[in-house]
């Protein structure tokens, strides 16, 4: 055989499934086994042979950068790693860590990643409106997991909130979601810095802190022994989108294939780390961010599910990743009102896109791991 033939039948056989290749090897050793080896028709021969010889399939380098810590809300991506989910979808996948002194965000744009882990939709505004070539693929949350934080017993409704003396809110925070909470009634009046420390929150028990749903009321529980009360802003018309995955255009344009790849691997990663075995991966978890607990990674765990930051809405029936163009546009309104941003300034049909979510990826998976035990 020729050089050149040769490398045009490895490359059309290392294409094929390895079920063909073991279901070949099978009839091969049933051959042996009756010593009719010569009877083996001669084409199915060279080919058993061929194959045999050729190595794996090479596996597809993906980039993924994440926007924090490894920690339970990264949880899903980490299990579809340490569990092979990833391999078996012929991705090599390496996840980098983000954190309080890590900005991944400009590697998206310069090629150096390939997807981004973003917080929510606001980013992709941005993107858009300035020009940066990014688009949202899959939304792994349909529930932000950003929260306002009480004491017990203070504010019974999200109403009443409007009438506490002091919010804690961060800078970052001040010129986002705060604007959109002055259009509820808020007003900058109650509003003073939060650095990221609770200590002038637990010291004052009419105030309010924010706080992500699976970090600062687990860690406030621990420090003061009492467990606080939180409100959702999803809860209470914050509509956006959350834990999104941020792909460049080019990407998805000339790469479909690996994009669909690692959504979905994703998908039945979070599937599998909300409702099946999680012990490999925390230990991974807990590798990768030594600061964080197995008591912290379980609370956050119980959390996501009680609250449905992932489970709920669309993607109970179209799958975990699930997003809608009505409910983008329904956000970017209040966003406008809230005026961050003007009517009209981002083309939405450039924010994200539905070709790789709403299929039901997980669904029959989820249903699985979450029925009782017989």
Not at 178 to 193: A, E
Not at 262 to 270: C, L, P, Q, R, T
Not at 362 to 372: D, H, I, N
């Amino acid at each position: 055989m020729s050089a050149l033939i040769h490398h045009r039948v490895g490359v059309q056989t290392r294409a094929m499934s390895r079920p063909i290749l073991k279901a070949l090897l099978t009839r091969l050793s049933q051959h042996r086994a009756t010593g009719c080896l010569l009877a083996l028709p001669a084409a199915l021969l060279a080919v058993v042979l061929l194959l045999s010889t050729l190595p794996a399939a090479a596996q597809e380098k993906v980039v993924f950068a994440i926007n924090w810590k490894a920690e339970t809300s990264q949880g899903g991506f980490y299990q579809a790693l340490v569990d092979g989910t990833y391999k078996r979808y012929g991705l090599d996948v390496e996840i980098r860590q983000g954190g309080p002194q890590v900005n991944n965000r400009p590697l998206l744009s310069a090629g150096r990643i390939d997807f981004l882990l973003t917080g929510n939709l606001l980013h992709s505004f941005d993107n858009v409106r300035n020009k940066v070539p990014t688009i949202v693929v899959a939304s792994m949350f349909q529930k932000d997991p950003q929260a306002l934080i009480t004491h017990p017993g203070q504010f019974a409704t999200w109403d009443d909130l409007k009438k506490a003396p002091v919010i804690f809110i961060a800078k970052d925070a001040q010129y986002t979601w705060w604007q959109w909470m002055k259009t509820l009634g808020f007003n900058d009046s109650q509003l003073k810095p939060y650095a990221y420390n609770s200590s002038a929150f637990l010291a004052n028990k009419r105030s309010v802190q924010q706080g992500y749903i699976t970090a600062e009321p687990i860690a406030i529980e621990k420090a003061a022994g009492f467990v606080p009360k939180t409100f959702l802003l999803s809860d209470n018309g914050w509509s956006t989108y959350a834990n999104t995955i941020e792909a460049r255009t080019e990407t998805v344009k000339n790469k479909p294939e690996m994009v669909r790849k690692f959504v979905e691997a994703s998908i039945i990663g979070w599937v599998n780390y909300l409702h099946g075995d999680r012990t490999a991966v925390d230990a991974m978890i807990r590798k990768e961010n030594p600061d964080i607990t197995q008591d912290e990674l379980d609370r956050g765990v119980v959390l996501l599910k009680q609250l449905g930051i992932v489970d709920s809405g669309d993607s109970l029936a179209r799958g975990i990743g699930a997003m809608d163009p009505a409910r983008i546009r329904d956000f970017y309104d209040k966003m406008v009102k809230a005026g961050l941003y003007k009517a009209g300034e981002v083309d939405l049909s450039q924010v994200a896109t539905t070709e790789f979510v709403n299929k039901g990826a997980g669904v029959e998976l989820r249903t699985k791991l979450s029925a009782p035990a017989k």
